[in-house]
């Protein structure tokens, strides 16, 4: 068996090694992905992680010179449960990995914003920030419950740079406190100027932010409508160059729908005129919510993952919005990983999303409803339509997430096989065409 | 004695694992054999070690001693890992 890609090393060591058995019947794992690439066969399996060149037969028994494919999981005994037995390797490596202090918090300085963009899940929530008081206990909650270690501050809102002031104190006091951090942001970017880049690169620790921008010129204004009649986009365009030029690493996130897709070249014309330091910007497509949660959305999906070479060839790094992943991903989200998210008002939520009913307390008292966080966060129950998927393990593991995407699977399918076909080819041209680990 | 609660059992088809929650000193995951599981499971509840060479003796078929000298090595890794609350 000609190996492509290695297994999850954590992983390699810690499943029990399979012996096949010469009375099984064997038949592909739900998480053999199978494609075909210039003539060869191939199959990735998504769970162990672990690439090889062949072609899985519809059945085998050990003896029968598939005991490769048996040992490393690409056929499983037929009768096998592999949505629990998913869920019982990602329990222990959750709980291996469980950090007792909350490391990384998403503060939510203000939910106010300068634009209002036509796909906002947050329309309608009122422009609160946060008082001067609850600003300081969120420094004392942080101090209290991150256990010494580096503190890690992600910048959300609303829109987090409409109160800059807080951003800087909570920095002051965490700093104050003999606390280390770094911080991430998310912004529409139209309010970073000259100054607020040097706090970006000084104070506030920033080493990378996400940026929306919904496509060319015309698009971009119609979608963001900001308040103020400005040239955003251009002023925007010119933020993103003196934060690479700061050596802040800078994600692009636009927003797509059927819409503004075509005018996505102009829209990298003009970027890659205005970024100086174009290494350290990167750019993801991602399909508007209601696209996805729509039964046309295929077509948009082909669309994005078709627009590599563009953003290449601009000199830009191209970031699939589902990558293909091969490490084993034991957290997907902020919900699961431990982090908290702090509110305006001071409440305590899984996720940023802050969805209704999953409120797990205040900064103020700590986390007072673990019952919240479990529920939000359950991951002994898998949606029907996940049980048989063989993405379930690089994909959100609990059931309350709030993403609900209607072609997931094939979107994944797509996106995976591509990145497959690539990661062959890599191999090739790195090595010769010899056979050899490439990830 | 009794398993501390920081550390945690979790099964994986027909094999046991003992893994510790943050903030214990040992940093890795431990894959019992059958007779450590069976120890293990004992150690879910208050216990002792006489209760569980007890409990083993009713289910295995081997002298006592053999039983006994296996509890008292498996008790003492896990006592080196600090697993055990006595």
């Given at each position: 068996?000609?190996?492509?890609?290695?297994?999850?090393?954590?992983?390699?060591?810690?499943?029990?090694?399979?012996?096949?058995?010469?009375?099984?019947?064997?038949?592909?794992?739900?998480?053999?992905?199978?494609?075909?690439?210039?003539?060869?066969?191939?199959?990735?399996?998504?769970?162990?992680k672990q690439c090889?060149?062949?072609?899985?037969?519809?059945?085998?028994?050990?003896?029968?010179?598939?005991?490769?494919?048996?040992?490393?999981?690409?056929?499983?005994?037929?009768?096998?449960?592999?949505?629990?037995?998913?869920?019982?390797?990602?329990?222990?490596?959750?709980?291996?990995?469980?950090?007792?202090?909350?490391?990384?918090?998403?503060?939510?300085?203000?939910?106010?914003?300068?634009?209002?963009?036509?796909?906002?899940?947050?329309?309608?929530?009122?422009?609160?920030?946060?008082?001067?008081?609850?600003?300081?206990?969120?420094?004392?909650?942080?101090?209290?419950?991150?256990?010494?270690?580096?503190?890690?501050?992600?910048?959300?809102?609303?829109?987090?740079?409409?109160?800059?002031?807080?951003?800087?104190?909570?920095?002051?006091?965490?700093?104050?406190?003999?606390?280390?951090?770094?911080?991430?942001?998310?912004?529409?970017?139209?309010?970073i100027t000259p100054?607020?880049?040097?706090?970006?690169?000084?104070?506030?620790?920033?080493?990378?932010?996400?940026?929306?921008?919904?496509?060319?010129?015309?698009?971009?204004?119609?979608?963001?409508?900001?308040?103020?009649?400005?040239?955003?986009?251009?002023?925007?365009?010119?933020?993103?160059?003196?934060?690479?030029?700061?050596?802040?690493?800078?994600?692009?996130?636009?927003?797509?729908?059927?819409?503004?897709?075509?005018?996505?070249?102009?829209?990298?014309?003009?970027?890659?005129?205005?970024?100086?330091h174009k290494d350290?910007?990167?750019?993801?497509?991602?399909?508007?919510?209601?696209?996805?949660?729509?039964?046309?959305?295929?077509?948009?999906?082909?669309?994005?993952?078709?627009?590599?070479?563009?953003?290449?060839?601009?000199?830009?790094?191209?970031?699939?919005?589902?990558?293909?992943?091969?490490?084993?991903?034991?957290?997907?989200?902020?919900?699961?990983?431990?982090?908290?998210?702090?509110?305006?008002?001071?409440?305590?939520?899984?996720?940023?999303?802050?969805?209704?009913?999953?409120?797990?307390?205040?900064?103020?008292?700590?986390?007072?409803?673990?019952?919240?966080?479990?529920?939000?966060?359950?991951?002994?129950?898998?949606?029907?339509?996940?049980?048989?998927?063989?993405?379930?393990?690089?994909?959100?593991?609990?059931?309350?997430?709030?993403?609900?995407?209607?072609?997931?699977?094939?979107?994944?399918?797509?996106?995976?096989?591509?990145?497959?076909?690539?990661?062959?080819?890599?191999?090739?041209?790195?090595?010769?065409?010899?056979?050899?680990?490439?990830? | 004695?009794?398993?501390?609660?920081?550390?945690?059992?979790?099964?994986?088809?027909?094999?046991?694992?003992?893994?510790?929650?943050?903030?214990?000193?040992?940093?890795?995951?431990?894959?019992?054999?059958?007779?450590?599981?069976?120890?293990?499971?004992?150690?879910?509840?208050?216990?002792?070690?006489?209760?569980?060479?007890?409990?083993?003796?009713?289910?295995?078929?081997?002298?006592?001693?053999?039983?006994?000298?296996?509890?008292?090595?498996?008790?003492?890794?896990?006592?080196?890992?600090?697993?055990?609350?006595?």
């Amino acid at each position: 068996m000609i190996e492509t890609c290695k297994p999850d090393a954590v992983l390699a060591k810690l499943v029990p090694p399979v012996r096949p058995n010469p009375r099984i019947i064997y038949v592909p794992s739900q998480f053999s992905l199978p494609f075909e690439h210039q003539g060869k066969g191939y199959c990735f399996n998504t769970l162990t992680k672990q690439c090889v060149e062949g072609r899985l037969p519809e059945a085998a028994k050990a003896g029968e010179g598939y005991d490769e494919w048996i040992t490393g999981q690409f056929l499983v005994p037929a009768d096998k449960d592999e949505c629990a037995y998913y869920n019982q390797i990602s329990a222990l490596m959750r709980a291996y990995s469980k950090k007792k202090d909350v490391r990384g918090y998403t503060i939510l300085p203000t939910l106010g914003c300068n634009a209002r963009c036509v796909y906002c899940y947050e329309e309608g929530t009122k422009p609160v920030s946060m008082s001067s008081e609850t600003v300081e206990q969120t420094i004392r909650f942080i101090r209290n419950n991150c256990g010494g270690s580096e503190v890690k501050l992600s910048w959300f809102g609303g829109e987090p740079l409409l109160r800059p002031d807080i951003i800087d104190r909570i920095c002051a006091g965490v700093g104050e406190a003999g606390l280390e951090y770094k911080s991430s942001m998310i912004s529409n970017g139209s309010l970073i100027t000259p100054k607020i880049v040097d706090s970006m690169a000084g104070e506030w620790k920033l080493r990378h932010i996400q940026i929306s921008m919904d496509g060319a010129e015309a698009d971009y204004v119609s979608r963001k409508r900001y308040y103020a009649d400005r040239d955003h986009y251009h002023q925007v365009m010119r933020a993103v160059s003196r934060m690479s030029e700061a050596g802040i690493t800078v994600t692009i996130r636009c927003n797509v729908d059927e819409e503004n897709a075509g005018g996505i070249p102009r829209f990298l014309d003009d970027l890659s005129v205005g970024v100086a330091h174009k290494d350290k910007v990167d750019i993801y497509f991602a399909p508007l919510n209601a696209v996805r949660m729509s039964e046309n959305d295929l077509a948009l999906w082909t669309k994005l993952r078709d627009l590599r070479p563009l953003v290449e060839g601009a000199g830009f790094r191209f970031r699939p919005f589902l990558g293909l992943g091969t490490a084993f991903r034991t957290f997907h989200c902020m919900a699961d990983a431990g982090s908290v998210v702090v509110a305006p008002d001071g409440s305590l939520y899984p996720c940023e999303h802050c969805p209704p009913g999953s409120r797990l307390g205040d900064i103020w008292h700590g986390v007072t409803d673990e019952s919240a966080k479990k529920a939000f966060c359950r991951t002994d129950v898998t949606r029907e339509k996940c049980r048989k998927c063989p993405f379930l393990p690089d994909c959100t593991s609990f059931a309350s997430c709030p993403v609900q995407d209607v072609h997931c699977r094939e979107v994944h399918e797509m996106m995976a096989i591509d990145a497959l076909r690539r990661m062959v080819d890599r191999q090739e041209s790195e090595i010769g065409g010899e056979d050899g680990p490439i990830c | 004695m009794k398993l501390k609660d920081s550390f945690i059992v979790q099964d994986i088809e027909d094999t046991q694992f003992l893994v510790p929650l943050g903030g214990e000193a040992f940093r890795g995951i431990v894959r019992s054999n059958g007779t450590a599981a069976f120890i293990v499971d004992c150690l879910k509840q208050e216990t002792t070690e006489k209760g569980i060479v007890d409990a083993m003796c009713a289910e295995y078929n081997a002298p006592r001693e053999v039983i006994a000298a296996d509890v008292a090595e498996i008790l003492e890794k896990l006592r080196s890992i600090h697993a055990l609350e006595e």
